[in-house]
């Protein structure tokens, strides 16, 4: 099964946003990761609006022509403007304003009413929604009840493990995908992902689609954003070639 390789251009915005200039564009960016054949285009709009802003989002959503992710928190707030902006698909994720990047994965567990409010806001808007949750089967039968079209399992933990926990983090992973699988939920993956630790992700016979950002734009610095690309895509099918 082929998977869908969505890059995350958030940082684009991160290093504009460093020196107050109208440059690096984020849009110009995801022109050139979908050049570079990129399957979609994911950014995240936070409530502190640290990297991207509302107008990035509004001329990202006049300017994809493959498929764009919004990540948000489960807020009134930002369902309205996706409500407004009609991205293809919102993925919610938690969300602190401390944090340097997301850490961990939505409680849906303990969260479960406001998150059906807000998945239900974006059913009657027709837009599609993923849960970005940890690879923990009750978080995923959570999902699942909600009756979300898919969930991103995060892969953070398994990203920064040593030695023989990755191996555990990794099994997690399996096991959380295969239980959404079977629920009849569309399974992504992301966080923390390179061109070293995806393959063993891209491995995985459930996943139909990474998120990956970080690392691309790294890597942008010394071999140029469409190169990243396409480096990244090479790892993701080097992972495929793994599935028995």
């Given at each position: 099964?082929?998977?869908?390789?969505?890059?995350?251009?958030?940082?684009?915005?991160?290093?504009?946003?460093?020196r107050?200039?109208?440059?690096?564009?984020?849009?110009?960016?995801?022109?050139?990761?979908?050049?570079?054949?990129?399957?979609?285009?994911?950014?995240?709009?936070?409530?502190?609006?640290?990297?991207?802003?509302?107008?990035?989002?509004?001329?990202?959503?006049d300017?994809?022509?493959?498929?764009?992710?919004?990540?948000?928190?489960?807020?009134?707030?930002?369902?309205?403007?996706?409500?407004?902006?009609?991205?293809?698909?919102i993925?919610?994720?938690p969300?602190?304003?401390?944090?340097?990047?997301?850490?961990?994965?939505?409680?849906?567990?303990?969260?479960?009413?406001?998150?059906?409010?807000?998945?239900?806001r974006?059913?009657?808007?027709?837009?599609?929604?993923?849960?970005?949750?940890?690879?923990?089967?009750?978080?995923?039968?959570?999902?699942?009840?909600?009756g979300?079209?898919?969930?991103?399992?995060?892969?953070g933990?398994?990203c920064?493990?040593?030695?023989?926990?990755?191996?555990?983090?990794?099994?997690?992973?399996?096991?959380?995908?295969?239980i959404?699988?079977?629920?009849?939920?569309d399974?992504?993956?992301?966080?923390?992902?390179?061109?070293?630790?995806?393959?063993?992700?891209?491995?995985?016979?459930?996943?139909?689609?990474?998120?990956?950002?970080?690392?691309?734009?790294?890597?942008?610095?010394?071999?140029?954003?469409?190169?990243?690309?396409?480096?990244?895509?090479?790892?993701?099918?080097?992972?495929?070639?793994l599935?028995?």
């Amino acid at each position: 099964m082929p998977i869908r390789l969505h890059i995350n251009i958030d940082h684009v915005a991160t290093l504009r946003n460093a020196r107050g200039t109208r440059y690096p564009d984020p849009v110009e960016a995801a022109f050139v990761c979908e050049r570079a054949g990129a399957d979609g285009i994911t950014a995240h709009l936070r409530e502190d609006r640290r990297h991207m802003t509302d107008r990035d989002i509004e001329r990202l959503r006049d300017c994809v022509g493959t498929l764009l992710n919004l990540e948000m928190a489960a807020t009134d707030e930002m369902i309205g403007i996706a409500e407004r902006i009609k991205p293809d698909v919102i993925t919610l994720v938690p969300e602190r304003r401390e944090e340097r990047t997301t850490e961990g994965g939505l409680d849906v567990v303990g969260q479960r009413a406001r998150i059906e409010a807000i998945v239900a806001r974006a059913r009657a808007a027709s837009i599609r929604v993923s849960l970005f949750i940890a690879p923990d089967e009750a978080q995923v039968r959570a999902s699942a009840d909600l009756g979300v079209d898919q969930i991103e399992l995060h892969t953070g933990e398994y990203c920064n493990a040593p030695g023989h926990a990755r191996l555990h983090e990794l099994d997690r992973l399996r096991v959380a995908a295969a239980i959404g699988a079977s629920l009849g939920i569309d399974i992504a993956a992301g966080h923390g992902l390179t061109r070293v630790n995806t393959p063993s992700v891209a491995a995985i016979s459930e996943v139909s689609e990474l998120n990956i950002g970080h690392a691309v734009i790294a890597d942008a610095v010394f071999s140029g954003l469409g190169q990243a690309v396409i480096d990244m895509r090479e790892a993701v099918l080097r992972g495929i070639a793994l599935r028995p």
